[in-house]
């Protein structure tokens, strides 16, 4: 059950795709994800092309299932993350925060499928033409840098203008939403917020308990001035943000505030002034527990929520 054109295409047992954190996605997180079933993504950031080849070397060492890598194109390090990744012949790239057509020929060459995140309809047809392979159709509900469509507008329109797969993500995390999300015609999910709650995944534990704290209204989209919003956690930085925001601060004063602080939250657990970046999901998760387990439930309430729609 829940075959598709997905697990095809990535040769993968769950149309399950880890979302692909900065720092958050190590090659822990990765590998297990992938070994039960899914795919796991190792999330490049802002890391230099080292350690991001480091992390690939162990992810191959812990599993013999295809993976990922994200590349998050507003890093420094972009180019030669890129060739880590080419050379390494990853079998997957995501991508994120921008648009990755000039990378697209090299990889296609090879073999390595190419999947972009899409914050709206226009990028999806444009990715569509350059070649990839799938897209994944991210709403507003995501953690991290976020566009300004929700799932539930972002995906139906987008699977209906392309003719490739599409993958939902954003405010997911169960069987009910991993339904709902082939209802509007994805065929595949895209989960970070309930990964970094994964027993594997080697955040800060701080981290996890933040996202386990949060409410409903617990998190809130932070730089908008920047142009590139993030949604984070509600903490004291976020209030701090907020403040900068109101006093019409400067792009760089926005930028100094934010520097090297999602490293603080995931490697030093810093909850208070770390940017913990999570989505509008995370009131609904409660506990950490081991990848297979998210995994299962999310196959099982899916089957579940299937048959109580046949008695509506
Ligand atoms: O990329 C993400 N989530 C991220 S990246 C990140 S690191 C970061 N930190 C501070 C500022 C900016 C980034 C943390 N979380 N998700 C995928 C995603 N991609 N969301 C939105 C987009 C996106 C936005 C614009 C993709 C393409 C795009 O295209 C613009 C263009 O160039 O056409």
């Known amino acids: 059950m829940f075959k598709t054109e997905i697990c095809e295409l990535l040769n993968i047992q769950y149309p399950i795709i880890q979302g692909g954190m900065a720092w958050v996605a190590t090659a822990e997180l990765a590998a297990a994800v992938s070994n039960a079933g899914g795919l796991g993504i190792i999330g490049a950031g802002n890391a230099p092309a080292d ?45 994120g925060a921008g648009n990755p057509a000039k990378y697209i020929p090299m990889f296609k060459e090879i073999g390595t499928k190419v999947i972009p995140v899409v914050p709206s309809v226009a990028l999806a047809k444009k990715m569509e033409k350059d070649g990839v392979d799938a897209v994944i159709a991210e709403g507003t509900e995501s953690g991290g840098h976020v566009g300004e469509l929700t799932t539930m507008a972002l995906v139906p ?24 999300a082939m209802a509007l015609g994805a065929k595949g999910v895209q989960l970070g917020t309930v990964f970094v709650c994964a027993e594997e995944c080697t955040a800060h534990v701080n981290y996890k308990n933040a996202i386990i704290k949060a409410g409903d209204r617990g998190t809130v989209v932070t730089g908008r001035i920047t142009g590139h919003p993030v949604r984070i956690i509600k903490n004291k930085l976020a209030r701090e943000f907020d403040k900068l925001e109101s006093s019409h601060s400067t792009v760089e004063e926005f930028e100094k505030l934010g520097a090297g ?33 998210i995994i299962e439930d999310i196959i099982n309430g899916a ?10």
């Open 157 to 180: 329109q987008v699977v209906d203008a392309v003719n490739i797969p599409v993958i939902a993500a954003g405010g997911i995390a169960d069987g009910r939403g991993f339904v709902s």
């Open 303 to 312: 089957a579940t929520t299937i048959d109580s729609l046949k008695s509506i």
């Open 261 to 293: 602080k999602l490293k603080d939250a995931v490697v030093g657990g810093d909850a208070d002034y770390g940017s913990i970046m999570a989505g509008q999901i995370s009131g609904m998760i409660k506990e950490i527990r081991p990848a297979k387990a």
């Open 51 to 95: 350690f991001v080849r480091n992390e690939i070397q162990k992810v191959k060492k812990l599993t013999n299932k295809p993976f990922g890598v994200n590349i998050m194109l507003l890093s420094p390090f972009v180019e030669e993350v890129i060739q880590a990744v080419y050379e390494e012949r990853v079998p997957v790239i995501t991508t």
